[in-house]
């Protein structure tokens, strides 16, 4: 289990695994005052949260589904990736999907993170590639049902 190193500047309780399967930790809103998103707004609201990633590993920033279903709250570029050498804010891009006024308070869980191991490529030019099964099939190639 990889250990990795945060800031609180809060006062909510930290990004915590809900169960022992759970891949994703709730990230809570850090606000002085309540943020209403009406329908169809976007707003970055802050965490309080700053963390030190390993090199090798990325935080991503996902939608809560509970709160995407109930209330059509998403995180807008999900998912949204920390790297390993940024040291700001955890930020979470909310936006409101529904066609109701959504409220958002601090201490409300707004999205979740999950923390992600990762590999570097290199790329090798070619002027042509393996074949496949599947090939150039694209979009909806496999049919539609």
Do not use: C
Request: aromatic share 4%.
């Amino acid at each position: 289990m990889a250990k990795i190193r945060i800031i609180n500047e809060s006062g909510n309780k930290l990004p915590a695994y809900e169960t022992s399967s759970s891949a994703g930790m709730d990230l809570m809103a850090y606000l002085e005052e309540t943020v209403v998103l009406k329908p169809l707004e976007r707003a970055l609201i802050p965490t309080g949260m700053k963390i030190e990633l390993p090199n090798g590993y990325e935080a991503q920033i996902r939608s809560r589904s509970g709160l995407s279903l109930k209330k059509g709250l998403i995180v807008l570029n999900a998912p949204g990736t920390i790297d390993a050498d940024y040291r700001g804010d955890v930020g979470i891009i909310a936006m409101n999907m529904s066609n109701q006024d959504i409220e958002i308070n601090n201490g409300d869980r707004i999205a979740q993170m999950v923390i992600s191991k990762y590999e570097k490529i290199e790329w090798l030019e070619s002027v042509e590639l393996s074949d496949s099964e599947r090939g150039q099939g694209g979009f909806g190639h496999t049919g539609i049902n």
